[in-house]
């Protein structure tokens, strides 16, 4: 399903909320440069889509939103921080493992597919990319037995699309050029900010 979310505290309290109810999950980055404002209206705009696609998938999908009321403060940059990544990468995708019992994000479990701004203002080019990635997705899944073997399944499966000789939807996409990338195991990983969040979480999965 959709999970929006107004900042990072929120991040924190909804993660922990959906603990052991995911395989994986997702979040759509990008930060308030001019450039990136188009992806801040996609995701404002097809906040149902998308929660339509992830409920498919069988993922729970995180995405900021500006909520009426809410403190909004994009947390898309303090959680590429979480996994080693710059903000130099955004916009993009995220696919990452539940945390640990202690609350703690598994740095190491995670794919990252960055994105292209100017592709999110023809639907035409965004909506096969989400449709075939989200069913990506939900293959991975359904033909593994844990988070991590889903990851390793989406990432083997993308490098194998890149070798597809089709101009459709994700494939064509990640055929396009090199600004795919997938990361796996960071070498330089903010230790402190993961220790931290750790701790927040498992706060509010004890109910602190």
């Excluded at 440069?33 to 999908?61: C, H, K, M, T, Y």
């Excluded at 080019?125 to 989406?154: C, H, K, M, N, W």
């Excluded at 900010?193 to 706060?203: C, H, Q, S």
């Amino acid at each position: 399903m959709d999970v929006p979310v107004s900042n990072f505290d929120d991040f924190q309290t909804k993660l922990a909320q959906l603990q052991g109810k995911s395989v994986i999950f997702g979040f759509l980055l990008y930060d308030s440069r001019p450039s990136q404002q188009v992806v801040d209206r996609f995701a404002q705009e097809q906040a149902v889509w998308i929660g339509e696609l992830a409920f498919g998938a069988g993922i729970n999908f995180f995405f900021p939103f500006k909520s009426e009321g809410s403190d909004f403060q994009n947390p898309s940059v303090e959680i590429m921080r979480l996994f080693g990544l710059g903000p130099g990468r955004l916009p993009g995708i995220i696919l990452f493992s539940p945390p640990q019992a202690d609350g703690k994000i598994r740095q190491d479990h995670f794919v990252y597919l960055p994105l292209e701004e100017q592709d999110f203002n023809d639907p035409s080019v965004f909506e096969p990319i989400f449709i075939d990635l989200f069913e990506l997705i939900r293959t991975g899944i359904e033909q593994t037995a844990t988070s991590y073997e889903a990851l390793l399944y989406i990432k083997n499966e993308v490098r194998k699309l890149r070798r597809r000789k089709t101009q459709r939807g994700f494939a064509a996409y990640i055929r396009k050029g090199a600004h795919i990338v997938l990361v796996e195991f960071p070498k330089a990983l903010s230790e402190s900010f993961a220790e931290g969040l750790g701790k927040a979480l498992g706060e509010r999965i004890a109910g602190y």
